[in-house]
């Protein structure tokens, strides 16, 4: 007899840490949510929405879906980039509207290489299409507008053009405008737009295992390149990818399903490539391979370059559970809850996978049962214990989970209602759409040595709001300078519109968690470069760093309040920010002790020539201070090495006190030999 499995209760403090979602490197902080015993609603539920217009009917399991990425995402540059994936029988090629588009965009790009000689005549363009009323090319005339590219920089009329655009279906302008209003906080209408796409990207995600977390990759680590990442990112050009393949030719089943995975997702600088992947998939499965077996099913059934056929999925993920991959039964339980590949629906078979595979730790398990409770599909409907299941799938990095919440906090059901948080979580599911292609082009681009390309394409996810993408664009424009080929008004940028594109890059990825963009923006505002200097705006940006447990955040604040510069002057409140520097980074013991020892002297030499010396060595010794920032160490310490001319100033001054200050030495004993 099969006993009902018991759902988790929620009893104590959740905390869902979604770094499996959220793969951020050292520069960004994981996204951490909390929900208390506040957030779940009390006594019975009722299972109808607090406002029913808000959003859609709840959907049941969705669908695999097997559209291109050009209807999933339409207006997609990537028959720019991925010609070799465009379908034949695709608009792209029978709609001249289309056609026009897709000129513009070859023609945008190739100007960003050439220097932007003809820019203006390739907006001209993109003007008179967007006129004719295609969606698409006004989105792109948006991002000239936004970016200030042959176009006067005017935000409202970016906001005008993806407004249009957004209405008529483009994506990028949905994600854009979204991410304005999020900004704006005006989360009752950033939610629907997010949950749109949220939608989207969770029905191109597989049934039955979790798809790997591609992220945009950071191509900087603070000031320099992220080699080692970047290293690992060169596709087929890669040594240890190039090894693996070596191994999968001589028969390592390992290897094939490796190489596989690569094609499939496009992991690590690999071009997808669908047919490569079945084929080695394919091989793997000759040598017993169970994990090739499961994405053999997942391919069937999603018809990702084969025909689709729902019998031979089952079959491949039957054949796959057997060998004890346990993410399988998830994609068994899909089919039969769908009524795909078998008779008819068998609601109470496909919830004993779903346990079987929850059982066994798989996070689509309990995600799965989730949804059973939820619409009440094979049990009882049950609003709470659809939450707690969630719960634990997305304690575990299921993105799906986090999509169910996010419509839970979206309507009220299960959960308080909580827009900003529903917001949150649709925006981190749906930068997870075919769309995040963009990112892998800029990246190639990058790696090819194409600046230009990269940069357009990491400003244009900028604009979609990926944290990431602005961080990447911002350190092109300052690593690079005028070779980031940054198109301005007329021509390349000049040095102010890139200084103040690069300010306005560091200042939303800063927002978004940043710490060392924030860090960027507090020297912006210190030094008035780009910008007006400013140091309330300057401790506001440091306040913001510190808040993320910032080292250097902390010396900064420290300093402002030792010199009362944007913050009160108070020389306890300084050592305390020094000393948490140095709790946090033990690399900042020289700094500290140094500047430990400016305040040693400020307490105990105040109104001093000392005390003059420390705040005016700078501006005196401009010429040795701009040596400091370029060769010695990183801009905005410098004075440093003002603290440790002081130090021994101090330390000379304390002996020559000391030597003065010891007692004559005592007159010789009288001799009482001698004759007077």
Known sequence: MHHRRNPPSTTYLLTLLLSSLLLLQTSARPFVLVLSQDDLKDGPIDDTPDDPSSVADWDEFGESDSRSDEELDPGSWR?????????????????????????????????????????????????????????????LLGLLYNLGMARERNGAKSFMYHHFAADSGNTHSKLARAYTYTRQELH??????????????????LISKDSPVIEPVRIHNGAEENKDALRKSRGEEDEDFQILEYQAQKGNAAAMYKIGIFYYFGLRGVRRDHSKAFSWFSKAVEKGEPRSMELLGEIYARGDGVKRNYTTALEWLTLASKHQLYSAYNGMGYLYVKGYGVEQKNYTKAK????????????????????????????????????????????????????????????????????????SLYKLVAERGPWISLSRWALESYLKGEIGKAFLLYSRMAELGYEVAQSNAAWILDKYGEASMCMGESGLCTDAERHQRAHSLWWQASEQGNEHAALLIGDAYYYGRGTERDYDRAADAYMHAKSQLNAQAMFNLGYMHEHGQGLPLDLHLAKRYYDQALELDSAAKLPVMLALASLWVRVNYANTFLVDLIDSLPHIYPKADEWIKNVVLEEGNATIVTLFVCLLTVLYLRERQRRQAAPAPPPPPPNDNIVN
């Open 79 to 139: 028959p720019i980039f991925e010609p070799d994936d465009s379908n034949s029988g695709s608009d792209s090629v029978i709609n001249p509207q289309l056609e026009e588009y897709y000129s513009s965009v070859r023609k945008l790009v190739d100007s960003v290489s050439d220097g932007g000689r003809s820019m203006q005549d390739v907006a001209s363009e993109i003007e008179s299409v967007a006129a004719s009323g295609n969606p698409h090319a006004q989105s």
């Open 188 to 205: 009752e209408k950033a939610v629907v737009l997010y949950a749109e796409l949220a939608e989207t990207a969770v029905n191109s995600f």
């Open 352 to 423: 004993e996978y779903f346990e079987k595979a929850a059982e066994h730790k798989e996070a689509g398990g309990h995600y799965n049962l989730g949804v059973m409770y939820l619409k009440g599909i094979g049990v009882k409907k049950d609003i709470k214990a659809a939450c707690n299941y969630f719960i634990v799938a997305a304690n575990a990095g299921q993105p799906k989970a986090f999509y169910q919440l996010a419509k839970m906090f979206h309507t009220g059901i299960g959960l308080k209602k909580n827009l900003p948080m529903a917001t």
